[in-house]
């Protein structure tokens, strides 16, 4: 047996049952797995070498798609920077000597018998990157649908914690509503401003790589003000400045033709940069949500700052206003206070995916016009392309379920200087949150 695969176990014997299982995987032989896949976990098991887990053995088995003679980018590889072109059909999805709709059998065969989506290899991969890297897209696909079901499934199961204050004791150990069903171990956890918590730079590394970022911790974090970042103190990128143009374009999707005397809300001030790009507009109402001490402070104790007090008076009856607090605590004051907005853009820290579907379900039906548009930083898994493609899937569907369709625009993300950990833009930031060459812009309006 030459493959990878199946090589002997760490105890120098061979695990007869997993190299079976990823001996028939690989050979995308339905009629000798099924009757072991009725073995609960059997379907998951993974070789003690390398990782791989049957949906892996059966996507490797593939081996590269056939490049397409005119492509310059054959196989990108998902954890990197590379953009989508070999997404876009630069590879063809047929290798040879290759029977792909038995692989796809088997995958199917694998999902339904329990396989898990995001297992990671030792390589690091996904079934899903490992499907992606080979130009496998009809597979790639497979493994993105079945995330989505997984973490719907999850959803409706209650795998989305409730508002704080009514944490358990047990949630309160895994931290604030921290997402944990895809969790740090297997490294695909996601959080809703994408970031991973992962060690890169910084002091006290052990210690710190054990840490999750959450919301509680890190409203008590001391944080740092640079030009060019806001960092808590493990070093966590709050918000960094190349999200500049991210932040622009989303301005000018949310307020097309930048008319004035429209009615804002935003939801974290970070830097404040999105608010500058609303301030410009010349709002009616222009409210800010912000939760973290230590910007408020910011804000108050920079002379002239330009969403100090100043501001705040520059408009009658509170109409441009920071809010003190969590989102959390102060949306239920300005549904009951009868405000509406037409447009609300949501970008917080700390919080993961239940907290933006907790936001969107609970409090833009009353807060939103009817007419209005709803946007959010969309980072959701954007260190891990299939997972950005999964979560783009389940937000939007979650959207759909309140009513709301999604148009997505397709943003360039200019990846120079943004390639490696700890170097260039990441210089001193513990965590690279984004390796992708494209952001996909959200907003939302109600339907009909
Ligand atoms: C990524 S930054 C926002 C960046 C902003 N979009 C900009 O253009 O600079 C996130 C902000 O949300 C704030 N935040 C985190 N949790 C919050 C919560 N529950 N309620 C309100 N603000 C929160 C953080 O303190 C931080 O200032």
Not at 38 to 67: F, W
Not at 143 to 168: F, I, Q
Not at 266 to 278: A, L, W, Y
Not at 310 to 332: L, M, T, V, Y
């Amino acid at each position: 047996m030459d493959d990878p695969a199946f090589l002997p176990d760490e105890t120098g014997g061979v695990d007869i049952n997993t190299q079976t299982i990823l001996l028939h995987a690989s050979n995308h032989d339905i009629q000798a797995l099924k009757p072991l896949l009725r073995i609960p976990g059997n379907a998951s098991v993974q070789d003690p070498e390398t990782g791989y887990t049957p949906l892996h053995a059966a996507i490797a088995a593939c081996g590269p798609a056939k490049p397409c003679p005119t492509s310059s980018n054959p196989n990108t590889n998902p954890n990197t920077s590379e953009t989508d072109e070999s997404k876009d059909g630069e590879v063809e999805e047929e290798g040879e000597g290759v029977d792909i709709e038995k692989a796809k059998n088997m995958i199917e065969e694998l999902f339904f018998s329990g396989a898990i989506w995001n297992d990671l290899d030792k390589n690091d991969e996904t079934p899903g990157c490992l499907a992606y890297r080979l130009g496998r897209m009809e597979l790639y696909e497979m493994c993105v649908n079945a995330g989505v079901r997984a973490e719907m499934l999850l959803g409706l199961m209650g795998g989305y914690e409730p508002l704080a204050g009514e944490d358990t004791d047990e949630e309160e150990e895994k931290g604030e509503g921290e997402y944990v069903k895809n969790g740090e171990e297997n490294g695909t956890g996601v959080g809703a401003n994408g970031q991973e918590h992962d060690l890169a730079v910084g002091p006290a590394e052990e210690e710190l790589e054990k840490r999750d970022v959450n919301s509680e911790d890190y409203l008590k974090s001391e944080l740092t003000f640079t030009d060019t970042a806001l960092r808590d103190e493990d070093a966590n990128g709050v918000m960094m400045a190349w999200e500049t143009d991210i932040m622009r374009k989303s301005v000018d999707v949310l307020l097309p033709s930048l008319p004035s005397g429209k009615r804002i809300l935003n939801i974290g001030f970070g830097m404040g940069i999105i608010d500058s790009m609303f301030a410009d507009t010349k709002p009616s109402t222009h409210h800010i949500i912000e939760a973290h001490p230590a910007v408020l402070k910011h804000i108050q104790d920079t002379l002239s700052h330009p969403f100090g007090k100043n501001w705040e008076e520059s408009a009658p009856s509170g109409r441009f206003k920071i809010h003190a607090g969590r989102w959390q605590d102060i949306c239920p004051l300005l549904l009951q206070a009868g405000e509406v907005y037409d447009v609300i853009y949501f970008d917080t820290f700390g919080e993961d995916y239940s907290q933006l579907k907790l936001f969107f379900s609970e409090f833009i039906p009353g807060l939103l016009d009817e007419k209005g548009r709803f946007g959010f930083f969309n980072g959701l898994g954007a260190d891990r392309r299939v997972c950005y493609d999964v979560y783009t899937k389940v937000v939007e569907l979650d959207l759909c379920e309140c009513g709301m369709d999604v148009e997505w625009t397709d943003i360039k993300v200019e990846m120079e200087g943004m390639e490696k950990e700890g170097e260039g833009e990441w210089k001193g930031i513990r965590r690279r949150y984004w390796t992708l060459g494209v952001y996909r812009l959200p907003v939302a309006m109600f339907m009909g």
